[in-house]
Each structure stands twice: as structure tokens, then as C-alpha cells.
Nanobody
Framework: QVHLVESGGGSVQAGGSLRLSCAAS????????MGWFRQAPGKEREGVAI????????SYADSVKGRFTISQDNAKNTVYLQMNSLRPEDTAMYYC??????????????????WGQGTQVTVSS
């Protein structure tokens, strides 16, 4: 089992920044892929950014490229999502996810087995 706890959400104005954190515990040594997903009201959950914990390679949704950065601190078993130049359309519940079984990390929510409880991000215009 892998337990994930997100933090860092909040309300900001457009153009502002937030940094989300995801602290992992449990069988974290087996986790190879970690990612951030988001879900706005009435919409499906979508991938935002993922990171391969073994080598640090990353991938981003087109909508956040150049604005969001995913990173990791292996010593703390924590993954971060730095969000800059936030837009109202970034408003959503943001979830951290972990996949301990696959080496290929995709922005596909069906790949991920463990999820955090989510943290709300609200961007006002």
C-alpha cells in the first residue's frame, strides 16, 4: 500500500502561483511513476504532470507546459507541483497519484493505483 497526502492548495488570482506537495508513505520504494491529476466540476479527471521517480523524467499536459513544473525530493518521499501563471481554467481539485507497477509513466489516470484525497485550487479572474 502507498498512502498519499496532498497539501498546498488555495485561492489565488489569475497570474499567481501555488506549490502543491504530495507526501508518500508506505511501500514507496516500489513506486516508479507519480503524477498530478485534476478534476473540475462536471469534467473528467485529467492528467497534469507525471514524473518517473527513478530518473526524474517528466511529462506535461499541453495546457500547462511552460507554466507548471513537477519535481521530487526522494529523501522526503515528496513530489511537488509548482504552478505559475495560473489561469481561471486551472481551477480544480488536484490529486496526487502513484503507480508502483509500471516503468513507463503516462498521463493516463487508469494507470495509477493509489490516490490522495485531493487539494482544491481556485483561480479567480
Amino acid at each position: 500500500q502507498v498512502h498519499l497526502v496532498e497539501s498546498g492548495g488555495g485561492s489565488v488570482q489569475a497570474g499567481g502561483s501555488l506549490r502543491l506537495s504530495c507526501a508518500a508513505s508506505g511501500y514507496t520504494y516500489s513506486v516508479k511513476c507519480m503524477g498530478w491529476f485534476r478534476q473540475a466540476p462536471g469534467k473528467e479527471r485529467e492528467g497534469v504532470a507525471i514524473i518517473y521517480t527513478g530518473g526524474g523524467s517528466t511529462s506535461y499536459a499541453d495546457s500547462v507546459k511552460g507554466r507548471f513544473t513537477i519535481s521530487q525530493d526522494n529523501a522526503k518521499n515528496t513530489v511537488y507541483l509548482q504552478m505559475n501563471s495560473l489561469r481561471p481554467e486551472d481551477t480544480a481539485m488536484y490529486y496526487c497519484a502513484a503507480d508502483p507497477f509500471n516503468w513507463l509513466c503516462l498521463l493516463d489516470r487508469s494507470q495509477y493505483n493509489f490516490w490522495g484525497q485531493g487539494t482544491q485550487v481556485t483561480v479567480s479572474s
